[in-house]
């Protein structure tokens, strides 16, 4: 079965430097991995996916992941963070032939300025 | 831009009522589902379905049942309300496909329906 970790509920950092949100996979099959972010009172937006190709992508707002096979992991990153970044991310991953998304549990970004 | 409304953002209802929650999107997608949202539980799939009047049970369809019966409306229905049904309900859609051509679609959220049973 496929399943979607992300070890830490919370993340803060200071505006201005780099953040790190993580995410983890388990699946039998190639997976096709997405994240996205909700912000308070709305429902969940597209960030970025990988699909194939280039391990790095470049999403939305300046983040960007990286898919690690060996490490079933895809992180998502930002440079420099900016206060407007906090909110709620979720990681959520397919299988290429697979009709249903599973995600993460989420985690909370939080932006200090 | 894709636009998907979910008719109330939130809702109290009492135990035992029947719960309709609706979804409508205005891209022609063939392709919608029903997620409730708990904390430290992520998004989990209720129901779904790929087309006019066709339904797959998703993970936790427990409790639930869904109606569509035209393309754009899709109804989330809860017979008999029960406090452990409180949650955030989240509608969703994607354009046409299934298979690799739906894994690779990014999916369109309404801004989602908090209900409150007591």
């Known amino acids: 079965a496929q399943s979607v970790a992300q070890p830490e509920d919370q993340v803060n950092v200071a505006e201005g430097n780099p953040l790190t949100v993580k995410c983890t996979y388990s699946?039998?099959?190639?997976?096709?991995l997405f994240w996205y972010v909700q912000y308070p009172n709305r429902g969940l937006q597209f960030l970025l996916k990988y699909i194939t190709g280039d391990n790095l992508v470049k999403g939305s707002y300046g983040f960007e992941a990286e898919f690690n096979k060996s490490q079933t992991s895809f992180h998502l990153k930002k440079p420099s963070a900016l206060v407007s970044d906090s909110a709620l991310y979720f990681c959520a991953v397919i299988l290429d032939y697979g009709q249903n998304f599973v995600f993460g549990p989420g985690t909370r970004l939080s932006v200090l300025p | 831009d894709v636009k998907v409304t979910q008719s109330s953002r939130y809702l109290v209802k009492r135990t035992g009522e029947k719960v309709f929650l609706e979804c409508v999107q205005d891209?022609?997608?063939?392709?919608m589902f029903w997620y409730r949202q708990d904390p430290g539980l992520g998004l989990r799939l209720i129901y779904f379905?790929?087309?006019?009047?066709?339904?797959e049970k998703g993970d936790i369809p427990e409790g639930y049942s869904v109606s569509r019966e035209k393309k754009e409306r899709f109804s989330l229905i809860l017979e008999s309300a029960s406090t452990n049904q409180t949650s955030m309900y989240l509608c969703a859609s994607t354009p046409t496909g299934t298979g690799r051509f739906l894994a690779k679609n990014i999916q369109y959220f309404g801004a989602g329906t908090r209900l409150s049973v007591l």
């Open positions: 699946v039998s099959g190639n997976p096709y």
């Open positions: 379905s790929y087309d006019v009047k066709m339904k």
């Open positions: 891209m022609d997608h063939e392709n």
